[in-house]
């Protein structure tokens, strides 16, 4: 039997921010150990999307400080944070954020380019990527070639690129039909867990919420319930990868 803990990914301590007199985040702690998904609920305004930005190095707190794996990158340069992001974080966001122009294989690949890959392994990896998610067909199709759902997929496969330590994801079926956001979430899930990422997301959806294996309820800038989902009653999807 394993009894080592599962090492900690993220640790947020006491993360205040204000905006003005609005208190977005009013001293939020929080730990996610490795290979959780662990899904940020809470009502408009909350502070969810604060919370997810601070965590993910976007934006930074007034106060307080977050860890990757021990280390604070809260207090890092702009240019420090942004690294970090391109190469230890994964981000899916609501609407896929591709780029129009490119074909949905050079979208993928962008993180590998950025990072100084030489074209040729980039296009390799993006297309066995795509290839892992069921988009081989779609390599050279444009994001407005696509239906929405295979769109978030190129997405997905573009926050995974770069086998990010967190993928982070904000209302990630938001824009799907309920079946193709069933659909995603269970080759989100698929995804991540092969990857032996960690996931965070924010939703309003508790059934989005219950795919995770734990829920975070933010109110008025304060965590107000933090809870593991029962096994039995987590909402499983049929993979489609
Ligand atoms: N850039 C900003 N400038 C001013 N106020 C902001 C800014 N970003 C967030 N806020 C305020 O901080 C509070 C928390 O916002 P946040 O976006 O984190 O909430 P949320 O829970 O993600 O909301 P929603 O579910 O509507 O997206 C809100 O009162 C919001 O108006």
Redesign the pocket.
Known sequence: MNNHPTPTVLQATNLQ?R??N????GGVDLVVPRGQSLAIM????????????ALAAIQPPDEGEVRLFGERIDNRSESQRSLLRRTKFGFLFQFAGLLTELPAVDNVALPLLLAGQPRGRAIAAAREWMRWLGLTGLANNRPGEMSGGQAQRVALARALVMEPAVVFAD?PTGALDHATGVETMATLHNAVCANQSTLIL?T?DPEVAHTCDRIIE?SD?LLTSDRLVDRSTKREGTAVA
């Open positions: 921010k905006f003005g609005t208190v977005a985040l809470g009502p408009s305004g909350s502070g969810k999307s604060t919370l997810l930005h209302e924010v309003h933010i800038g």
